[in-house]
């Protein structure tokens, strides 16, 4: 048995690997993704590109990756656009993953499946919006260096948690590492969840307790300080 999951995404490495592994898992996987990129900065740039390409060798040998080889893609500048709200409402799925999209209003939460899960990187009862693990780190957090997955409801990361769990971080030694690990995070518990779903025919969530401070994308000018000071805390965390 499978489920036939819609997943919301971007087409980057870490998105089309998370993919691939709904796919070889079983589940009649399709795929929303959005083409808009917000602007960064030349440090923001250089940084994703240290992970992409330590995710390209980790993954895919160092080859290229596709969205649209693994399973079938529309695409659309927003989730929001209109067209994009129009495609939702002729379509049916048991149930929708979002991963790495932005804000998904509320007049297009009602074209989605009943039952809609966010991946959030990080923990939402401490850290809200975006870039939650670098902000993590920069307030030296390290317990808060989860991956979390939660019901979608009409505020940002508020929804009840349905699965979480902690990054081992023995298996990195630098920054931009770490959103593979959080990535192999967020397969585990999304599988995990699919099967109890399709179990139960329901999502078992639990409510959060507390409401995290809600962050912007972390300035460029501060992933050099975050870079050094993961290194150090690892250090200082992990035996030698």
């Known amino acids: 048995m499978s489920l036939k999951v819609l997943v919301l995404t971007t087409n980057t490495p870490h998105h089309a690997y998370f993919v691939g592994r709904l796919v070889d898992a079983g589940h009649d996987t399709h795929v929303i ?18 992970c992409e390409d330590y995710e390209n060798h980790r993954w895919f040998d160092g080859g290229q990756y596709s969205l649209g080889k693994l399973c ?31 804000v998904i209003r509320a007049s297009t939460m009602s074209t989605l499946p009943a039952l809609c899960l966010n991946l959030h990187g990080g923990d939402p009862q401490r850290y809200r919006g975006l870039d939650s693990h670098l902000w993590s780190v920069y307030h030296r957090d390290l317990g808060a260096l989860i ?14 948690i349905v699965s979480a769990g902690s990054l081992d971080l023995g298996q990195i030694e630098t920054l931009y590492q770490l959103r593979a690990l959080n990535t192999e995070m967020a397969v585990d518990i999304s599988l995990g969840s699919l099967a109890s779903i399709e179990a139960v025919g ?15 994308a972390m300035p460029g000018e501060l992933l050099d300080l975050c870079r050094a000071r993961f290194e150090r805390l690892l250090k200082e965390r992990l035996p030698q």
């Open 147 to 160: 991956t979390t997955l939660h019901l979608v409801n009409e505020k940002l990361d508020d929804g009840n």
């Open 33 to 50: 993704e959005e083409t808009s990129a917000a602007a960064a900065s030349v440090e923001q740039n250089s940084f994703r590109s240290e």
């Open 202 to 216: 329901r999502a078992i969530s639990y409510r959060q307790t507390t409401i995290g401070r809600y962050y912007s």
């Open 72 to 102: 079938p893609v529309e695409s659309f500048p927003s989730i929001n656009e209109p067209e994009a709200k129009r495609f939702l409402e002729s379509e049916s799925y048991d149930l929708a993953l979002a991963f790495g999209v932005g």
